[in-house]
């Protein structure tokens, strides 16, 4: 590769660019524009022929793509293909029909581009006075949010990086509106996510005053259970601030009585956060809705809509029925922001949490559902639902199989058992070889979880591309690989 590349000769200004070499010429940008327009739209072509996933170690990455950082540039092409070849690909294809793994995601076209064209624009998304545009598209698009959720017309909140972001952000706020307490105490279930418990260690709430909850058989949080820890913890001297209810865990997709753990939050005076990152816009869906009866009553909510609605990494969302509680534990108005404060009617987005240089989130919601509408969204959720149920009903049906807990929104969890089963103490191991297998043949990702002492093969259907036939497919691999193992 030459060292020196004739550059472009002037920007759109026409200063020349040859001095300035940080500035492109414009129909160089154009050109390299396309190539990655091309290259993505010819990835989603394709998408479900390739592998699943691909991974490698770092004795293979290393030697391909470590280096030093080179002093003189190149031309974009070279480079991009390097990164089109050797880096992009591997990588888990979430979005690929058949990645069944954690929690997938599949974004839509119109979020994907309303993404890159937010970086070209560089929206400094902190303050009205910097963005009153964007900020205007963020407060209509958690109004949306606030009317699906059932919460009154107090309610707000902000786009955030995920669920993590959402769950630390709601954590403070409870904190902070207890008083901070030196002794507050945390609820949360044996099957929180652990984001969750990440965000009381970050908000100095020692691992040793976060409570876990047991759970019953389907994996809910107990509310008397609750009551009970609430009491002993006020007799013991301790200050219960805050309790996390889920709304689709994320290991089972159970949602806890959400409507009964509201009542005893009242009635001890916790705040109470729901973590609906994975399964909060099922509300959406109607045949769902009542499942998540109970949802509007949390003091806050997370969203992640770089999941179930179809939006690109790192789309969360935080809700707070009383968003004056949010602005409490962060505003900050610095003297040399002073100019930016429009009053209480224009939202600076950088009193509601943890960023003040953030980006313009909303606008791929907003986008996408511009472009598709509300019901394609809907018609989405509802489907990855039904084919969830269904993929449920083939497992009872398969003698071989055995489900592990109920299906419940898009989560399914099961294990091959064989027939005659197989000696109950080989199940684990039998499963976790046959995950191996089907992980390694590229045929689909396949991630697991524990269910009390159960290796649990795990699926999460909610990609728009996925269809009865994939998921059918990996369920005959199970199978065959199964019985090729047990035999
Ligand atoms: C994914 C998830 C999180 C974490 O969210 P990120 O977007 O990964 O930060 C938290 N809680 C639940 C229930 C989740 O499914």
Redesign the pocket.
């Known amino acids: 590769m030459k060292a020196e590349q004739p550059r472009a000769a002037a920007d759109a200004r026409g200063t020349p660019t040859s001095d300035r070499s940080l500035l492109e010429d414009p129909e160089e940008m154009r050109l390299s524009g396309y190539r990655v327009v091309d290259a993505i739209v010819d990835r989603w072509a394709i998408l479900g022929e390739g592998p699943a996933w691909r991974g490698a170690a770092r004795e293979v990455t290393e030697p391909l793509l470590h280096g030093p950082p080179p002093e003189s540039g190149q031309p974009l092409e070279p480079v991009l293909e390097t990164v089109l070849q050797d880096v992009m690909p591997l990588a888990g294809r979430i979005d690929h029909p058949r990645f069944l793994a954690f ?1 997938p995601s599949s974004p839509s076209w119109a979020s994907v581009l309303a993404s890159f064209l937010v970086n070209g624009f560089n929206v400094f998304q902190g303050t009205w006075l910097e963005s009153s545009g964007p900020s205007q598209i963020e407060v209509t698009v958690t109004e949306w949010f606030r009317e699906w959720l059932g919460y009154p017309r107090t309610a707000g909140g902000l786009f955030t ?7 630390l952000i709601a954590l403070v706020a409870a904190r902070e509106a207890a008083g901070n307490p030196r002794s507050g105490i945390v609820y949360v279930s044996e099957q929180t ?1 652990a ?2 418990v990440r965000a009381a260690r970050i908000a100095g709430i020692h691992g040793t005053r976060v409570r876990h909850l047991p759970v019953d058989a389907e994996f809910r949080i107990v509310p008397s259970g609750l009551r009970e820890a609430v009491h002993r913890d006020r007799e013991d001297g301790f200050a219960p601030f805050c309790v996390i209810a ?1 709304a ?3 290991n089972t997709g159970t949602i806890d009585p959400l409507a009964e753990i509201a009542h005893v939050a009242d009635e001890e005076g916790l705040w109470y956060h729901i ?5 909060g816009f099922a509300v959406l869906d109607a045949n769902t809705r009542p499942l998540l009866s109970g949802l509007e009553l949390g003091d806050s909510v ?1 969203l ?1 809509p ?2 179930w609605f179809f939006q690109p990494y ?1 789309t ?1 969302c935080l809700m707070v029925r009383d968003v004056a509680r949010l602005e409490a534990a962060f505003r900050m108005l610095p003297e040399y922001l002073q100019d930016a404060d429009w009053g209480p009617e224009h939202v600076n987005f950088c009193d509601r949490g943890l960023q003040l240089t953030r980006t313009f989130r909303a606008l791929r919601v907003w986008l996408s559902v511009q472009r598709y509408g509300l019901d394609a969204h809907r018609r989405e959720i509802a489907r990855a639902i039904e084919l969830a149920k269904r993929t449920a009903g083939r497992i009872q049906e398969e003698a071989e199989l055995e489900l592990l807990s109920p299906q419940s929104l898009g989560v399914v969890c099961f294990r091959y058992i064989g027939r005659p089963a197989a000696a109950p103490h080989s199940l684990n191991e039998l499963n976790r070889e046959i995950q191996n297998r089907i992980v390694q043949s590229g045929v689909a990702m396949l991630s697991s979880t524990r269910l009390g002492r159960a290796f649990s093969l795990r699926f999460c259907i909610l990609n728009t591309r996925t269809t009865a036939a994939d998921v059918d497919l990996v369920i005959d691999e199970i199978l065959r690989t199964g019985r090729e193992l047990n035999a």
């Open positions: 929690i990086s995920g669920g993590s972001a959402a769950n996510h984001s969750a889920n689709g865990t994320t973590d609906a990152a994975y399964g997370s992640d770089h999941k790192e969360g």
